[in-house]
């Protein structure tokens, strides 16, 4: 049973740019969550996808988007770099149905 | 927004002493959930606890849930060096799958 893994680990981009976020879930878990995390906050729920579609989303602007793959990797985009985005982004699996998320190490993005 | 929030923000502690932290939240829930994070790295989940259950325990973890408070401890007892890390409680949305995280609590456990 492999985990989930995110890629890049560090990321360095500058303000009005655009960036994508990788993760790879759990083998066998169906939905990813994907969570913005400020130094000193606690995870902020970004959105969540079910078998490819979205299926729920937390209070962010719409130029962070993402996709679901069949194979339930995810992507996290962010269009429009502003230096706020600057933060780890955490990426979580879990089967749909069931409450424990199981999470990537995560992104950090540093917007300069 | 956060849903809830850890008290103390910040505990410092000895090998070997408890540690306990506390998580109040403001909505109907159906579990909660307790993480731990090592240096800002990912969330390992610890435990879940039920809106219907009132105690629950995992090796040296005893979590507590008083729905009628809103509120949850985690009790960490013999605590090791190891055991240093920030500790997060989370909600689901009641209706949905997303996790709504509290503000955290940093143990350091000194040895």
């Not at chain 2, 909505?27 to 240096?39: A, K, P, V």
């Not at chain 2, 190891?82 to 997060?88: G, L």
Request: net charge neutral; aromatic share 10%; proline share 4%.
């Amino acid at each position: 049973e492999t985990g989930v893994t995110q890629s890049p680990t560090h990321l360095i981009k500058t303000r009005g740019q655009q960036v994508t976020l990788r993760c790879s879930s759990q083998s066998g878990h169906n939905t990813v969550s994907w969570y913005q995390q400020a130094l000193g906050q606690g995870p902020q729920f970004i959105f969540q996808y079910y078998r490819e579609e979205e299926n729920g989303r937390g209070n962010f602007p719409p130029r962070f988007s993402g996709l679901q793959f069949p194979n339930y990797s995810s992507e996290l985009n962010v269009n429009a770099l502003e230096l706020d985005d600057s933060a780890l982004y955490l990426c979580a699996s879990s089967l749909g149905g069931e409450w424990e998320q199981y999470f990537g190490p995560g992104t950090r993005l540093t917007v300069t | 927004s956060q849903q809830g929030e850890e008290d103390p923000q910040a505990l410092s502690i000895q090998e070997g002493e408890n540690a306990t932290m506390n998580c109040s939240y403001k909505t109907s829930i159906n579990n909660l959930q307790w993480y731990r994070q090592n240096s800002g790295r990912g969330l390992v989940h610890l435990i879940l606890i039920r809106s219907n259950e009132r105690e629950k325990h995992s090796g040296r973890l005893r979590v507590t849930l008083d729905t009628s408070k809103k509120s949850s401890s985690l009790l960490i007892t013999a605590s090791r060096a190891a055991d240093t890390a920030s500790y997060f409680c989370a909600t689901d949305g009641f209706n949905t799958d997303k996790l709504i995280f509290g503000t955290g609590t940093r143990l350091q456990v000194f040895p």
